[in-house]
């Protein structure tokens, strides 16, 4: 074998190796994103513009239906008050614990109304965004979310 084969069989392999080094992490990341995607429409304290007050012990989210996820589906079944809901700071939510929210009303397009405990959702003045995830099971890898900005006073 001459030297310009092996030279050729070495680039040759290290370009495949960094083809599939490549995509093998790009379908990781995606499917690391792809639990939670963001596809529900979310709107934190409906009627104040999303501001959220520290002194006050919960926050309102409005959480819109759409064709993967009917919410007055979760309510008042054997769920109601458990943990198919998340809100807060996008680390509170993927990693906190599970808050007991609380079912508050329906409107008329199909949307709930949750509250939220404002302990342990990461929600501080420097918050600008909250993050609403729903699980399809409890204790799952899988469901949807949302984000809604907020002003935190």
Do not use: K
Not at 31 to 40: G, R
Not at 97 to 122: I, N, Q, W
């Amino acid at each position: 074998m001459s030297n310009d084969d092996a030279t050729r069989r070495a680039v040759l392999r290290t370009t495949t190796g960094l083809g599939a080094a490549a995509l093998g992490l790009g379908s990781l990341s995606g499917s690391a994103t792809a639990h939670y995607p963001e596809e529900l429409d979310v709107e934190v304290n409906p009627g104040f513009d999303g501001r959220i007050d520290l002194a006050g012990e919960r926050f309102a989210v409005r959480v819109a239906p759409n064709e993967e996820h009917d919410p007055t589906g979760e309510m008042p079944g054997p769920h109601y008050n458990h943990t198919h809901y998340r809100a807060g700071t996008a680390d509170a939510v993927a990693t906190g614990p599970r808050p007991e929210y609380a079912y508050r009303g329906l409107f008329h397009d199909g949307s709930v109304l949750l509250t939220f405990p404002l302990a342990d959702t990461g929600i501080t003045t420097a918050t600008d965004t909250v993050r609403l995830r729903w699980e399809r099971h409890v204790g799952g890898s899988h469901g949807l979310s949302g984000t809604d900005e907020v002003t935190v006073e």
